[in-house]
């Protein structure tokens, strides 16, 4: 199955801690988002990549959070100076069309985050 | 007030039941409507999408948008244990070509056998 890959899955890390999640999409994907969820709502947009270029960045990314793609394939997305307001769960997704005209976009199965 | 409202349940009905869900929205400028499926612990998935008003079918699931109350459903008919899941509608205005879908809290579904 070559679907979304997301690294790590889970991680638990003390308040103050940087972390750094990992999203492989899907082969040949040009179009890369990251949202994140807490528990009992739905998922809230961050980010946008069309290929290596951070499109769209959503007011909810302040400055402790950074998201790169380097080479328009894989991206990660750091949070410096974690804090307990950032336990959720972080979803990575791809497609090949917008999203926004209701084409199907592959969403990972999210790595989680706990901040103690 | 939030851009879109949905009622998280929980929402629990016999196996073969009909089951309506909904959601509202305040942003008139929303014109894609989505319904996505999200099963414990993973990712959601795309079940449904429209634009217009009105209805849209695919096999058990029924799709419908009203834009002038800002009011979309989804039905599911015979549902089944394996329907059992939270399900999330999404929208998006496309405007400046935002690529930004804003979803609702989810309604978690559970299907009795």
């Known amino acids: 199955d070559t679907g979304v890959s997301q690294d790590p899955r889970h991680k638990i890390t003390k308040r103050g801690q940087n972390v750094t999640f990992r999203c492989d999409p899907i082969s040949e994907h040009n179009r890369l988002y990251w949202y994140r969820q807490t528990l009992g709502q739905g998922p809230e947009f961050l980010t946008y990549?069309?290929?290596?270029?951070?499109?769209?960045k959503s007011r909810l990314l302040s400055d402790r959070f950074s998201a790169e793609r380097p080479k328009g394939s894989f991206s990660t997305l750091e949070i410096q100076r974690t804090e307990q307001g950032d336990s959720a769960m972080y979803l990575c997704a791809s497609s090949t069309r917008s999203a926004a005209s209701g084409n199907t976009i592959y969403f990972g199965e999210g790595s989680w985050l706990t901040v103690v | 007030q939030k851009e879109v409202e949905q009622d998280p349940g929980p929402l629990s009905v016999p196996e073969g039941a009909i089951v309506s869900l909904n959601c509202t929205y305040s942003?008139?400028?929303?014109?894609?409507f989505m319904w996505y499926r999200q099963y414990s612990r993973k990712g959601p998935e795309l079940l449904m999408y429209?634009?217009?008003?009105g209805n849209k079918e695919d096999g058990r699931f029924t799709a419908q948008v009203d834009k002038s109350s800002k009011y979309i459903s989804l039905f599911i008919r015979d549902s089944q244990p394996s329907d059992s899941a939270t399900y999330l509608c999404?929208?998006?205005?496309?405007?400046?070509?935002?690529?930004?879908?804003?979803f609702g809290k989810g309604t978690k579904l559970t299907v009795n056998p």
């Open positions: 990549f069309q290929n290596e270029a951070q499109l769209e």
């Open positions: 429209t634009y217009s008003s």
């Open positions: 942003n008139s400028a929303f014109q894609y």
């Open positions: 999404a929208m998006t205005s496309a405007q400046g070509g935002s690529e930004k879908l804003v």
